[in-house]
């Protein structure tokens, strides 16, 4: 079974405002989503609301996996996400060097550690465009 994840995260200030989010589909990017998800965040720097998008996609689908009684360890995860940086840390290729990122990259790993097969990927921000308006939806609080 394979499921995408896309996830962005938007601050205005960096730091500043910020709102992450996440929208998950289930055997194919073209099928229609599974999952919306976005929150508010408060003030954070862009790449910590990008974490959080991560982190609000990977719970919205670990909960929908429980609740329809499917392991994750039975699941493929295709992760798509405009951030260079975070792909970069979860594959391994960048250290986490900011302290406020620590935890939220470890809490990240906990979570993917779960799935059979992870493959993050970075894309070019127009074919992440509907996480980065939902995103933003919830920044200007039209969401």
Do not use: W
Request: aromatic share 6%.
């Amino acid at each position: 079974m394979e499921f995408y994840l896309f996830c962005d995260g938007a601050s205005r200030g960096n730091p500043g405002p910020a709102a992450c989010a996440a929208i998950i589909y289930k055997n194919s990017p073209d099928s229609d989503a599974l999952l919306r998800l976005g929150k508010v965040l408060g003030t954070a720097t862009n790449n910590v609301a990008e974490y959080q998008g991560l982190i609000l996609g990977l719970e919205g689908l670990l909960d929908h996996l429980a609740k329809d009684g499917v392991a994750p360890a039975s699941v493929s995860l295709h992760i798509r996400m405009d951030s260079e940086l975070i792909i970069r840390q979860l594959t391994g290729q960048y250290k986490v060097k900011h302290e406020a990122m620590k935890p939220l990259f470890a809490r990240a790993k906990g979570m993917l550690s779960q799935f059979a097969a992870v493959r993050p990927e970075h894309v070019r921000r127009e074919f992440n465009k509907e996480a980065d308006q939902l995103a933003n939806r919830h920044l200007d609080g039209l969401a």
